[in-house]
Each structure stands twice: as structure tokens, then as C-alpha cells.
Nanobody
Framework: VQLQASGGGLVQAGGSLRLSCANSGRAFSSHAMGWFRQAPGKEREAVAAISWSGDTAHYADSVKGRFTISRDNAKNTVYLQMNSLKPEDTAVYYC???????????????WGQGTQVTVSS
């Protein structure tokens, strides 16, 4: 599994971004996928997780109703659609592959590089 995240950028509050995380390795569909984020001076936190089949997804309370995680196993890609962005969403976002916990996080085995999301007020 080799993960490559993209889609970050600068957006005004209330705007939208879609992050993508593509796997160029093997065994993508056998792993749950998650998005995490880390703001300056803060610990990395789980944002959303999706099961290997895509049937089940969970979100952190801070993003519930605004963010949507999805995956396309045929394209070896997981997405994070982020709507109604807030300045507090500003962080480096990371994708990860690993074991599904049934909550908004996964047990990560593989990490992608981060992509910066900046939301201006």
C-alpha cells in the first residue's frame, strides 16, 4: 500500500474542498481507510473512517454533517468531501489504511503524506 493524498488548498469559511487519497500499491480494497488531521500545536486526530467495502462510515463529532468520506475500490481511491468549512478545520490532513474499529478512527498500518487545508475567516 502506497498512499498519495491531494486536494488541499486555501478556501474561505463556508467553502468546500475534496481531498483524494490514491493507492498505487496493492491490497487497497482489503483495508479500512481513514482521514486524520493535525493542526499546529495539536495532536493528530481522527476525522472519518470507512470500512473496506464502503458500506459503513463514521465521523468525528466536529465534522459530522459537513464532511463525507467515500471510496472507489475500482480506482483505489478514498475521498473526503468537506463542506461548510470553518477556520478550525485548518490542519494538515492525512489519509491512512488499516484496521476498522467501527468508530471514526482506524488502526493505521500505512500513512500517506499530508495535504494542507487552510480555511480563512
Amino acid at each position: 500500500v502506497q498512499l498519495q493524498a491531494s486536494g488541499g488548498g486555501l478556501v474561505q469559511a463556508g467553502g468546500s474542498l475534496r481531498l483524494s487519497c490514491a493507492n498505487s500499491g496493492r491490497a487497497f480494497s482489503s483495508h479500512a481507510m481513514g482521514w486524520f488531521r493535525q493542526a499546529p500545536g495539536k495532536e493528530r486526530e481522527a476525522v472519518a473512517a470507512i470500512s473496506w467495502s464502503g458500506d459503513t462510515a463514521h465521523y468525528a463529532d466536529s465534522v459530522k454533517g459537513r464532511f463525507t468520506i467515500s471510496r472507489d475500490n475500482a480506482k483505489n481511491t478514498v475521498y473526503l468531501q468537506m463542506n461548510s468549512l470553518k477556520p478550525e478545520d485548518t490542519a494538515v490532513y492525512y489519509c491512512a489504511a488499516g484496521g476498522y474499529t467501527g468508530g471514526s478512527s482506524i488502526i493505521p498500518s500505512y500513512w500517506g503524506q499530508g495535504t494542507q487545508v487552510t480555511v480563512s475567516s
